[in-house]
């Protein structure tokens, strides 16, 4: 077991990241009910970490994220792999699905810190204090 955990990016750096290398991809590892109900960034993927009806983390999670890129033929022999950027609602879920990765083999992986939707407020409301949507990002709602 590693220690390693992935590089925490604000909503701004994930997005710059995203426009700025073509073969990144941003993966919401939220519930299926999340991604499409509460709103997703415009082109993330969908891979949950853990989702309905049984809560469990998802014991396919790191094969399904290889095969998004292409069971491994977008990294080179000796160069980098292609970034993979975890989304999660407030980026609990994403750091430790990045772990995850990272004891899989991944090299390039990286976690919204602020998530979509950020910590709650006083109010106990989120997209107040900060997180993807706050930020104005690009997003949309099935």
């Known amino acids: 077991m590693t220690d390693a955990q992935p590089q925490g990016l604000t909503p701004q750096q994930a ?3 995203l426009e700025q290398d073509p073969a990144a991809v941003l993966v919401d590892i939220r519930s299926t009910m999340e991604f499409l109900f509460v709103g997703h960034p415009v082109g993330a993927v969908h891979v949950a ?5 049984d809560w469990t983390v998802n014991p396919d999670f790191v094969t399904e994220i290889r095969k ?8 080179t022999v000796d160069g980098p792999c292609a970034p993979v ?5 407030s980026g609990k879920r994403s750091l430790e699905a ?8 991944f090299k390039n992986v990286f976690h919204v810190d602020e ?3 950020g910590e ?7 997209s107040t204090l900060g997180g993807w949507r706050f930020h104005g990002l690009p997003w949309e709602q099935c």
């Open 120 to 126: 709650r407020d006083e109010q106990h409301h989120r």
């Open 98 to 105: 990045g772990k995850a990765l990272i004891e899989g083999g």
């Open 115 to 117: 998530g979509f939707e």
């Open 15 to 17: 997005h710059e990241l």
């Open 68 to 75: 998004l890129l292409l069971g491994g033929a977008a990294c």
């Open 49 to 53: 970490w853990i989702d309905e009806p």
């Open 85 to 89: 950027i975890l989304i999660c609602r």
